[in-house]
């Protein structure tokens, strides 16, 4: 079965980085296109990021210039690294994989951007 487990998040100070990561299994990782979210204390769900099988990415407005995505085929992970952040980029993280159109989520990782 598919499976995502996010890992990495904590608490960080504004201006600092953190990588989170998301180990997927179940499915043929290189061959899919996965993405990152982010859903903040009272507020809904929202995408940050994605790559595709090729390594192609995109971002979000707010993350770009200051977060990178990348994935690591032999690992079957895909990473989200964050810099410059923000006391706004607080969020507990999900990674999200669709494979033969269902969506997969992961159970989320909580990153705390606080002085």
């Known amino acids: 079965q598919v499976q995502l487990v996010e890992s990495g998040g904590g608490l960080v100070q504004p201006g600092g980085s953190l990588r989170v990561s998301c180990a997927a299994s179940g499915f043929t990782f290189s061959s899919y296109v996965m993405s990152w979210y982010r859903q903040a204390p009272g507020k809904g769900r929202e995408w940050v990021a994605f790559?595709?099988?090729?390594?192609?990415?995109n971002y979000a407005s707010f993350v770009k210039g200051r977060f990178t995505i990348s994935r690591d085929n032999a690992k079957n992970t895909v990473y989200l690294q964050m810099n410059s952040l923000k006391p706004e980029d607080t969020a507990v993280y999900y990674c999200?994989?669709?494979?033969?159109?269902?969506?997969?989520w992961g159970q989320g990782t909580q990153v705390t951007v606080s002085s």
């Open positions: 790559i595709t099988s090729d390594g192609s990415t």
């Open positions: 999200r994989a669709r494979v033969g159109g269902i969506e997969y």
